[in-house]
């Protein structure tokens, strides 16, 4: 994947940001090696593997320090570093506890160099609001069906909002759709409303 990311940055003019995960490995040096790929942004999880466990602060800390070293080193000292916790997203600890526990990981990762700090599964305006507060990082929140609107996310303190893998799952959810409509019924209604072909390549041709 590393490899990938640095393929698709030598072939663009434009500025590439990669969601890296963990930073594929456990350790600051994993992490080193990552964002040396030549992204101007990275998406880092402090989650071991999906579900957790979580890095503790101090180590996940560890490794954004080494992300930045390296990014100075691979000359890219505006790199991006957002930082993404986990605790609301895989409900790590004690549902009380959880927004403490991001306002203290917060101020470790800010330390250490995080630009930006990514909480998902916290939609909770009220909570967002106290967080945003006790930050320094400009917090980045994933919403989904039902979620509250941007502007109220705004109001909240919230300054980015991600749609995360949403908007994918919803183009093959429609696929989907589409093929078993034309299985079972010989219909093809779900193509309603598509853009049409010439749209659609001339966003690829500019």
Do not use: C, H
Request: cysteine-free; charged content about 20%.
């Amino acid at each position: 994947m590393v490899e990938q990311i640095r393929r698709i940055a030598g072939a663009v003019d434009v500025p590439v940001t990669a969601d890296v995960e963990g930073g594929y490995g456990p350790t600051p040096e994993d992490v080193a090696k990552t964002v040396e790929a030549g992204g101007v942004g990275v998406n880092i999880e402090d989650s071991q593997a999906p579900g957790g466990p979580l890095f503790t602060a101090q180590e996940q800390a560890e490794r954004l320090r080494a992300g930045r070293a390296a990014a100075e080193r691979a000359g890219l000292p505006e790199l991006v570093l957002n930082v993404r916790t986990d605790v609301f997203l895989f409900g790590i600890g004690e549902a009380e506890g959880r927004l403490d526990d991001v306002i203290a990981r917060a101020a470790v990762y800010a330390e250490a160099g995080a630009d930006v700090l990514f909480v998902p599964g916290l939609i909770d305006l009220d909570a967002l609001a106290t967080l945003a507060k006790a930050t320094s990082l400009p917090v980045n929140v994933m919403a989904w069906p039902g979620a509250p609107t941007v502007s109220e996310f705004e109001a909240a303190g919230v300054r980015r909002v991600s749609l995360g893998t949403a908007v994918t799952q919803s183009a093959y959810t429609l696929a989907q759709r589409v093929a078993a409509e034309a299985l079972t019924k010989g219909t093809y209604d779900e193509l309603a409303g598509a853009l049409d072909f010439g749209t659609l390549n001339g966003f690829f041709a500019r």
